[in-house]
């Protein structure tokens, strides 16, 4: 079984990645992290993250609110 359905804005295949991801908390740059598994079409470059990634992500970042910005070592991001 394929990882991710091919892309649905232009039906390219999407493959998986490790790319850096950016999350904000309105306008704020919470957190940047580093090899986050997701997955990029290889035509258009639209991006698809996993749900049990970005639950992985969010909890992180609620959790670590207080601080302007933190890193998240990507060891935690191991694809399943
Ligand atoms: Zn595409």
Redesign the pocket.
């Known amino acids: 079984m394929r990882e991710f359905e ?7 295949r ?1 493959a998986e990645r490790k790319v850096q991801k950016v999350c904000y908390w309105g306008e704020k740059i919470t957190a940047i992290m580093d090899n986050v598994p997701t997955g990029v ?6 991006k698809y993250y996993r749900a049990s990634v970005l639950k992985q992500i969010e909890k992180k970042v609620k959790n670590r609110r207080k601080m302007s910005m933190i890193k998240i070592p990507l060891v935690k991001y191991a694809a399943r």
Do not use: R
């Not at 091919?6 to 390219?12: A, L, Q």
């Not at 079409?41 to 639209?46: D, K, L, T, Y």
């Open positions: 091919d892309c649905s804005y232009c039906g390219g999407v079409c290889e035509q258009c470059g639209e």
